[in-house]
């Protein structure tokens, strides 16, 4: 073991004789002071009690039995999209000294470092090992520095890394107290579906876990949080503690909270069906006039309003043409089936967007435009609400727009500014629901915009910050389960479209909540089950992702019931999903009904 000095016996011996030979000599001297002896501050470092004192990103880390370098475990983390699995802890060390960091490694491009330490933050690496190689570096501390956090990860794209006996040498810092329970826990802001929560921060505190019903909700560096994803007229407790390096407080005394009513959804079932009109248009399914339109459908979202150009705002729908649509109604039969649809309780939006209507409010003109003229369609047809359908190019991040909660690309911040607008103009009767495809929200688990470094599509995971600005008014959310690639789930496996397995893994990411981008620090909270249905195509002809009624029911049965769940398992059962949106009304029509008369059996419809 390296140390900074002789060892103590050995200077206290020189010492002495140093003194006896000066006192000989006619002089006098005292000996000098002995230097604090060298240990290993890391915890755990040999992972064999698991990741007891790590901190793993995104999930990444594990502890096997083998391989191993030394005892009976050795890290293993798997570097996954933006994540590159780095695990650390924070170690408390002194100021001006000299620590040798050390580690076994086994994999390609492998890093061991040190930062926070006041001077140079070190690191080095391995470009490949197939067997186990020692990584070593040093550093020296600053004149303030008292903790600095060690780390191993991988790269990004990379395969399996392992480490084991990861060692820190140096001389210890001063011992560590917990810090003291919080004081003074109360709750602010509350909405249907969130309570804002803060309180009195304890001395020598990094960091707080809000607790939720005993259940930790979530974890922060400040004094205030606010917990979302609530159910609307409940009472929630909540408790804080207090953490740093040498672990967590008390929990403090329990504050409770209400939600308010409403929350969205208003007049619509328990469980509901929605679906798409081809009212604007006419494809191979054929038109469907509104008075036509059966009654197993709860929601009926008007395909489309679709800008004058794309950067317009200014969004404008009519009925097809009776050229392309021989047996469209006049406007005055469509306004008056529209009332009779909302006499027998269903609710009609209007969907701006779809596959050919690109929309960007890249200025507050555009912004205050889209307001103005989705205003107007709605007043002229008496319409409950708005369909978010933007698809393409219509939402992206731009580079350096990294936090899905406070978002700062033009696009998006004008988008959310123009929702509450007209949500604060119709009030809560006034229903919003949105129809985002899994690159815009499920992918934003692996990669968030163009990343980092730039490179990525500026569109990943686009949609995260118009959800979660808008969860407080979100009626639904409908993802398009459909013309999707393969996506990683909360297992950190791809999962394809066809079969129950991905409606299953996709709808569970919404109500389970997950890190953006691997990153824990910014985690989606999750929605509530009455905020979800499952987007599918009603036939093959609708599109790619068609799913049998028989596995759209086993997918039905995992998530509110936790059955027929296969080989996924889910984190939660959810019997308040709210139900199943399909492109389109007219398909299921083309296809026998089938896709509605499944929803009907299934929830008793």
Known sequence: MERTGPPARFSRLLAALSAALLVVGGLAASAPAAAAADTDLAR???????????????????????????????????????????????????????????????????????????????????????????????????????????????????????????????????????????????????????????????????????????????????????????????????????????????????????????????????????????SSFANGSGYTRMADVPDSWDVIDLAFGEPTSVTSGDIRFSLCPVTECPNVESVAEFKAAIKAKQTAGKKVLISIGGQNGQVQLSTTAARDTFVSSVSKIIDDYGLDGLDIDFEGHSLSLNTGDTDFRSPTTPAIVNLISAVKTLKAKYGDKFVLTMAPETFFVQLGYQYYGSGPWGGQDPRAGAYLPVIHALRDDLTLLHVQDYNSGSIMGLDNQYHSMGGADFHIAMTDMLLTGFPVAGDTTKVFPALRPDQVSIGLPASTQAGNGYTSPSEVDKALNCLTKKADCGSYATHGTWPGLRGLMTWSINWDRFNNGEFSKNFDAYFGG
């Open 44 to 278: 755990n470092g040999g992972f064999e009690a698991g990741l007891d004192g790590w901190s793993c990103t995104g999930g990444s880390g594990a502890v096997v039995s083998t391989p191993t370098h030394g005892g009976s475990s050795a890290l293993k983390a798997t570097p996954a999209g933006s994540d590159n699995a780095e695990c650390s802890q924070t170690v408390t060390v002194k100021p001006d000294s000299t620590y040798t960091l050390s580690a076994w490694v086994q994999g390609s491009y492998v890093y061991l470092g040190a930062s926070g330490t006041g001077t140079t933050d070190v690191s080095t690496w391995t470009p490949s090992s197939t067997g186990w190689t020692q990584l070593t570096t040093t550093f020296r501390t600053g004149a303030a520095t008292t903790a600095v956090k060690i780390y191993t990860h991988g790269w990004y794209g990379t395969p399996t890394y392992y480490a084991d006996d990861l060692t820190l040498v140096g001389p210890g810092g001063d011992p560590v107290a917990i810090p003291a329970t919080p004081a003074a826990l109360r709750a602010g802001t509350i909405t249907s579906s969130s309570v804002a929560l803060s309180w009195t921060g304890s001395t020598g505190a990094g960091g707080y876990n809000v607790y939720q019903g005993g259940t930790k909700a979530l974890s922060v560096t400040g004094t205030s949080a606010t917990v979302t994803g609530l159910a609307a007229s409940t009472a929630y407790s909540f408790q804080v503690t207090a953490t740093n390096s040498a672990g967590e407080s008390a929990k403090s005394a329990a504050v409770t909270a209400t939600t308010t009513a409403g929350g969205g959804g208003s007049g619509l079932p328990t469980h509901a069906l929605v679906g798409y009109l081809h």
